[in-house]
Structures are given as C-alpha cells and as structure tokens.
C-alpha cells in the first residue's frame, strides 16, 4: 500500500560522517539508525541529512551518517560497516539503483530494515517507479516522474506553436533512476498537450553547476536555435544560465529537482523560467519516521512509497516553495 504525506509529524537530529561515527546520546538501549548518502558535496543531498539528523535528536535517537564521497566502492563498504556494527535500520541515498538491490538484500537477510532516500532501487527500465523493492521497508522519494510531468506542463506555456521545437535535455549523472524517470515524466506532458517538438540532444553531467554550464556551451554550438532546455535539477540549471547569458541565446530554461536557494534566485532574477519544488529535508524526516516506525515494530508494512506533492515554481510561485537546499 502506497503512503502519500505531504508534512512530517517528526522533528530535530544529532551527528556526521566523512565515514565518521558520532553519537547523539550513549544511553543504554538507544536506538541507533545509520544513513549512508552518496555525497555530501551534493547540497540536495546535505539537506537529505540535516533533516534526518533532526528528527533522529528530536526523538533521542543516535545516528551514524557516512558519506562515502561519490565513490559506490565507499558506499557499499559503508553499508556493510553499519550492517556489521548491527545498527537496528540503514537509510541510503544510493548513486546505482541496480547495485543498490544489494543493499536492501543483505540488511534484509539480517532482520535490518533499510529505506531508500530519493532515488528506486531496481532497474527503472523494468520495475515502475511504485513497484517499490520488496527487501526494503519503504522508498522514500520524490515522485520524480511527476516532477518531470510539471516541468513538461511549465514548458508547454513557453513552446512556440508555429514549428517543431527544438529540446535539449541537461540529465543528471549515470546510475541514478531519476535521469530517466524526469525525462519520461517530462515528454509524457510535452506529449499529452499535443506539443510538436524533437528532444536535439541528451547529455548527463555529475549534478553540478560546472558541468551544467559546460553541457549548455557545447548543446548552444550544436544547436545555436534552440527553443528550450531542461534541467534536470536546479544545480545544472544555474549554469545553464549563465552558457545561455553568454551565447545571447533566447532559449528558455525550464528545471525540476528545484526549490534550491539559489534555483529561486535564479527565477527571482528572471535567469531561469521555472523549476518544481523539491523538499530534501522534509525526505530525511520522513526517512527518519519511516526506519524508526520499522526498528519498533516488526510487524511494520514493508515495501512502502512514502512521497509528497511538488508545485510549479515561478516568479509569481515562489513564496510557496521556501528553500530548503
């Protein structure tokens, strides 16, 4: 059975990685609950944590939260730590959705339950994004297929109607389910409104800024008439706004995975024309719930989808999206 929340009923956290363990409390019998996130130089994924953390404090709840640096060799490694030291849940925010099947497999096989922040476990190609994987206590996540739907509903109002639109897609880094889930949430919108258009170039970056505005320069000289791009996330957004300032392109610049400080800027300055709000801190609270309702009660549901609503953001929007990354 599917959960759908949009606020989280828990609160406050505790402690930090850098393959690290700190403790909130050493009080006997305490719960301690690990999360293991793909890297911490990714703000979206520092937000994951920061909320985690706080419920975790708010509930007197020790943590032991890894960073394993964008490395998947470190995060496995991580995993087994937490699963050797006999944690009693592990939250993971994993960087390869088929490697990560492993993950919940072996937390499974010893009685821990595992939640899987942000990104499917499985391969997306084979298994819907609600199909969520049996060994796991929940998928905790943005619906980003839907993220992707109200970006592509943004983009029809800026589509021109009189020819075929030339597209080009910023996508997110390898591994990740949501590269193909935005994508296919963004063209099944495009394709809905009845949009003419060709998707001219698809290219992933590693989430960054940096490569946002490197995969926009060379997209731009490919393409120097293009209609639109979308981001993939408000990172690549940012300097996909500045390639486009550059170039003196009028292509429109449309994101999803947003709701960042500097995404709203963006939109503020009139850099970037829209994006769909994402709520990092609020998946780390409801990751915190989610392990903390499974370490408590075997009897626990298994296998839930637990996400919330995402708006459109614009400059008219913003005030209902308040950063949280």
């Known amino acids: 059975m599917n959960i759908r929340l949009q606020k989280a009923a828990i609160g406050a956290a505790a402690s930090v990685g850098l393959l690290v363990a700190m403790e909130t409390s050493s009080s006997a019998g305490q719960l301690t609950l690990g999360y293991v996130v793909a890297s911490l130089k990714i703000p979206f994924n520092a937000a994951t944590k920061k909320g985690f953390e706080e419920a975790a404090a708010e509930a007197d709840v020790k943590t032991i939260v890894l960073d394993p640096e964008g490395n998947a060799g470190k995060q496995a490694a991580a995993i087994n730590d937490l699963i050797s030291q006999g944690v009693n849940g592990i939250g993971f925010l ?12 072996k937390s499974a096989a010893r009685n821990i339950p595992s939640v899987s922040v942000a990104v499917q476990v499985g391969d ?180 839930q989808f637990v996400t919330y609503d995402s708006a459109v953001i614009t400059k008219e929007t913003l005030r209902n999206c308040p950063p949280e990354w």
Not at 94 to 105: G, K, Q, V
Not at 169 to 192: C, I, M, N, P
């Open 124 to 303: 997306s190609k084979t298994r819907e994004m609600r199909d969520v994987f049996p060994s796991l206590s929940a998928l905790v996540t943005t619906d980003d297929v839907a993220i992707g739907e109200r970006a592509g509903e943004l983009a029809t109002t800026l589509l021109p109607k009189t020819h075929s639109a030339k597209i080009a897609v910023v996508e997110g880094a390898h591994g990740y389910s949501a590269v193909t889930q935005r994508t296919e949430g963004f063209r099944a919108a495009l394709d809905k409104a009845g949009i003419q258009y060709q998707i001219v170039a698809l290219q992933e970056t590693d989430w960054t800024p940096e490569q946002g505005m490197a995969v926009c320069n060379n997209m731009l000289s490919t393409t120097p008439d293009l209609d639109l791009i979308f981001s993939q996330a408000d990172p690549m957004a940012i300097g996909c706004a500045k390639a486009l300032h550059m170039s003196g392109s009028s292509a429109k610049l449309v994101s999803t995975g947003g709701g960042s400080l500097e995404g709203n800027n963006a939109i503020a300055n009139g850099d970037l024309d829209g994006s769909v709000c994402t709520r990092p801190e609020l998946l780390g609270r409801l990751t915190f719930k989610v392990l903390y309702e499974a370490a408590t009660n075997p009897k626990s549901q298994k296998a």
């Open 94 to 105: 994993p960087m390869d959705s088929r490697l990560a099947e492993t993950f919940a497999d």
